[in-house]
């Protein structure tokens, strides 16, 4: 199989992602043979889409491996060798936790949690790893007090959270990143590493279609940081923010004539990366 999986011309406005890491994933730490591969991904896809259509799972954000390109990866990996926690907050399938086990961080160091417990049963179905993976999965709501999410304030050192805050509103977005503070260690070099879809404006917005009323928020590297320096203010804890802008993905303006609001942030949209770390 190609490593560029075709979505149907007019379906996907975007350039496709790189799947060809969690396409090697798949062979590698799965097993799984490449003549199978793409009926497999397909399967689980459509299933993933049934809980939630997330337009991330169409476009199979859960084959592009995020982590590992980033700069801190390694270290990431030999803290976690040696004994830190490592957490996948909102991780859906959790191709990321797969990622580092199979780089050889012991799963037992790893969680992942997600709203949707299904998402998380369907991971042990796309990397047929139900009998060895002793990651912790915790389905729970970020904002709710009373889950099993919350009992593990403070014991974290590394969380990541992948194509997450830009699902909420502004306030929204804060109240996650203190409940991020406090699921972390409260002391220096804990870290919180990401991506997320940002542009060189900030700005709140709603989806195209979506006549919910409910808004999100777009970030720029510098109002990113701001937000870092609120939550640090708010649980007196300084936080030191590294946040850029990435070309990952081309729109296709092509594929629909459209000049609605939401076509023209998609199309100046970039990818944010962003490591904040604790000092
Ligand atoms: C857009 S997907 C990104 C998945 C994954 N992190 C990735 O990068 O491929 C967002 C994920 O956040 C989860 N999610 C949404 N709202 C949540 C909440 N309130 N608490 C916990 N998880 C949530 C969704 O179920 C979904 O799996």
């Not at 990866?73 to 926690?85: A, C, F, P």
Request: aromatic content about 10%; overall charge negative.
């Amino acid at each position: 199989m190609s490593n560029t999986m075709s979505i149907p011309n007019g379906e996907n406005p975007y350039e496709i992602y790189d799947l060809e890491s969690g396409l090697k994933l798949l062979r590698e730490y799965s097993g799984i043979p490449d003549e199978d591969v793409k009926k497999h991904v397909e399967l689980i896809k459509e299933k993933a889409l049934e809980v939630r259509h997330y337009p991330c799972i169409r476009r199979y954000r859960f084959l592009d491996l995020i982590m590992m390109t980033t700069e801190v990866y390694q270290e990431v990996l030999e803290r976690v060798k040696n004994g830190d926690k490592f957490m996948d907050l909102g991780c859906c399938l959790g191709q990321e936790i797969r990622k580092l086990v199979h780089d050889g961080a012991p799963s037992a160091n790893t969680y992942g949690s997600d709203l949707w417990g299904e998402y998380l049963s369907m991971g042990y179905e796309l990397f047929k790893d139900e009998d060895r993976l002793q990651t912790t999965f915790i389905a729970a709501d970020i904002f709710d007090d009373s889950s099993p999410l919350a009992k593990l304030s403070g014991q974290m050192n590394v969380i990541y959270v992948g194509d997450f805050f830009h699902l909420f509103n502004l306030e929204e977005q804060e109240e996650i990143a203190e409940r991020i503070v406090h699921l972390l260690a409260p002391q220096p070099g804990s870290i919180i590493i990401g991506r997320q879809s940002g542009g060189e404006t900030a700005m709140e917005y709603s989806r195209a279609g979506d006549v919910s009323g409910r808004k999100q928020f777009q970030h720029n590297p510098q109002s990113w940081k701001e937000l870092w320096d609120r939550v640090g203010n708010k649980t007196r804890s300084k936080w030191s923010a590294d946040v850029e802008l990435c070309q990952e993905f081309k729109f296709k303006p092509s594929v629909r004539i459209d000049t609605s609001s939401e076509v023209q942030r998609l199309m100046n949209a970039k990818g944010l990366r962003f490591t904040i770390r604790r000092l």
